[in-house]
Each structure stands twice: as C-alpha cells, then as structure tokens.
C-alpha cells in the first residue's frame, strides 16, 4: 500500500530509539574505499525514483562512471530499513527527518543527508468531524499513529491554535487500522497520512482542519548515507547525486517518457497510476538541485529540526539517558550547528547537491 508502509511501526521506532540511545556514542571509525555499497529503500511515493532508476538502468550508468556498484534494495518495512542502516548493513537509506535524528543519530551512529529529497505538502492531515475550525479539537480523542509525524504534525497543529498537548486525549492507532476507526461515529478526530487520508476525508461530516502544507518543509525526506562511508568514498555521494535528479528530471516531464516513468514507479509501489499521480501531488519534489540546495541552506532548516528535537526528546525518543534536547548535535551548511558540538551525529550536507546544480557530477 502506498505510503502506509512509510511511517509505520512507532513502538518499533521509540523501541529501537531507546536500545539505541542508550549506549554510548560510536567511536568514529575510518572507512575504507570500497567499490560496492547497498541503499536501503521503502514504499513511499517521494522515493519512487530510487527502485525505478534501478529498473531503468539509471543506477547502473551512474555507478559506471565512478568505477563502483550499487544495489539498491527494497526493505518491506520503513522501520526494518533504518534499523538496517543503523545496525551498519546499509550504507545508506531513505529516511523522514525525524527518524533520522531519533534512531541513526540518537543512537550514536554518524549519518549525513546528502539529498533533501522532498517534503509532505498534504500527504498528511488531521482531521475534525462536525467542525471545520482546528479549535473545537480540544478535549477531543485524537486518534493517531503515537510516535510518528503524525503525531508531530498534531503538536504543530495544536500550537497554532495556542493549545497543548494536554488539552486532547491521544489514541495509538495502526496506520492499517485508522480508516476502518474514523468511521466508527465514537471517533471523532484523527491524524493520517495518505493513502487512508485521501478515505478518511470521504467520511459524512469530516473536515481536513490542518495539514502538512500548512508547515511547508517540516516533515522532509532524505537520502542519507554513513558519514565515516561518504568521507573513504566520495564517489558514491556524487552518483548518488546523479540518480537522484536525472531520474526525478525524468520522472516530472509531461510527455510520454515521463508518464511512463510514473506508471513504472506506481507498479512498483503496488499501486495505479492514478492514486500514485495524487500522492505526488501532495509531496513537494525537490527535483531541481539548486532549489534543494537553497532548502538545505535557508535558516528556516535550523528552526525546522530545533522543532523536530524538542519535540522528539519531549517524547522520550532521545533515550533516558539524554538529559536536554541537546543531546544530539547537528550540522548544518555554513559551519552552523545545533545542540551538543561534540556529539554532532547529523549532518546536513549539501555539497553534493551543490555538484549537480552546478553541472559538476
């Protein structure tokens, strides 16, 4: 299912966070170049490109030319895929930004996002029954994948309404499950993510009172690779790079090539052309290497992850042995960081993105 698969599994999530999170920061390792790598992958529609670029030939030129392999492997679960990486079987992977920082980084392991691939512009929601205004959502069950951005995207909602988190009641929900209870009259607010949104909104009397595009860039979606991995091999980030905006340059034409393109993703996700079509149109592709460059290097990022790590350590997905949001460092382009200099295990790393919007891959 399209998307389901994506965000799903928080107990998993706070689980592999806390085991994680517990043990001491990693000692940075020297890696040594290699000519082979695998890249972890799951179901969601802003990732599509990766499994088709495999299935087009797309990975292998690119690979070709920096003399390296790459497999690009599907992981059935999101979870599994970043518990993979962050156990060091992947080298890299598709992640949310939020799981990048609570699972690889909490737990000790240094991780760079080196695409900023997209972000949720609708593909989540939260929803009212009886109400189109996001107020009357006080002291209302809400009914939500606990843990996950849902759940972040309701804590953002709520602020903007100058409520907290006390001020509702949350229900943990399956995302296989959520559908089949908004429908039930007892529940009467929720929070989901496409494809059981696009349902949820049918209905009688639910009403979409606040969404993802109300907080453009919050809930991103990276490409990320083990930083001590990207440093020995360089190469890897470049065709990387590469892949990624030769196949979503492909993926956006609107001519034949590139409704083939889409009607191959959509098969590969398991879905039709046409629910796949509605999912992109919800999910803002960062297609063009200078506007993601642009993304990654706007101070609205800073802010955008100080929210995510408050947030996140609030939630006790920083372990018990974090004792502030501080706790895990970042990086960002420009030299800027936030939170504990010494324990930077994310980083933002734009040069590869630069390369390409500079034609220099």
């Avoid at 030129?61 to 992981?75: R, S, T």
């Avoid at 002291?139 to 988190?165: D, I, T, W």
């Avoid at 929900?173 to 529940?187: E, H, L, N, R």
Wanted: proline residues 4%; aromatic residues 8%; neutral net charge.
């Amino acid at each position: 299912m399209l998307n389901g698969i994506r965000r799903a599994g928080a107990a998993a999530m706070l689980a592999c966070s806390l085991i994680m999170a517990s043990c001491s920061p990693a000692t940075e390792e020297k890696a040594k170049p290699k000519t082979e790598f695998k890249i972890g992958w799951s179901i969601y529609a802003g990732w599509m490109p990766w499994p088709y670029a495999q299935q087009a030939g797309i990975v292998k030129k690119w690979a070709d030319k920096y003399g390296i392999k790459i497999d690009i492997v599907q992981v059935n679960d999101y979870v599994e895929s970043v518990n993979q990486y962050t156990a060091g079987q992947l080298d890299g992977v598709t992640v949310a930004n939020m799981d990048a920082l609570t699972i690889p980084a909490a737990g000790g392991k240094d991780t760079s996002a080196i695409i900023v691939g997209d972000y949720s512009n609708g593909n989540d929601g939260v929803l009212l029954k009886g109400s189109s205004n996001l107020a009357d959502i006080k002291g209302r069950q809400v009914n939500l994948v606990e843990l996950s951005v849902s759940h972040y995207l309701l804590a953002r909602a709520l602020e903007s309404v100058k409520l907290k988190m006390s001020d509702v009641r949350t229900v943990n929900t399956a995302d296989a499950d959520i559908a089949g209870a908004f429908s039930s009259p007892d529940v009467t607010a929720a929070v989901a993510w496409n494809p059981q949104l696009l349902t949820m909104k049918q209905e009688p009397g639910a009403h979409e009172v606040f969404s993802s595009a109300d907080i453009p860039g919050e809930i991103l979606d990276l490409m990320v690779v083990d930083t001590a991995t990207l440093k020995a091999n360089p190469n890897l980030g470049k065709a990387l790079a590469g892949i990624w905006y030769e196949t979503t340059a492909l993926m956006q034409r609107q001519d034949k090539e590139g409704e083939a393109a889409r009607a191959a993703m959509a098969q590969l996700a398991g879905t039709t052309p046409k629910l796949f079509n509605e999912q992109l149109a919800t999910t803002y592709l960062y297609a063009d290497p200078k506007k993601a460059v642009a993304a990654t290097t706007d101070p609205a990022l800073i802010k955008t992850m100080t929210r995510v790590r408050d947030f996140s350590f609030a939630q006790g997905l920083f372990g018990q042995g974090a004792s502030s949001a501080n706790a895990v460092g970042m990086s960002f382009p420009g030299g800027k960081t936030l939170g504990d200099k010494d324990r930077i295990t994310l980083r933002f790393d734009d040069s590869f993105m630069k390369m390409a919007a500079d034609g220099g891959l």
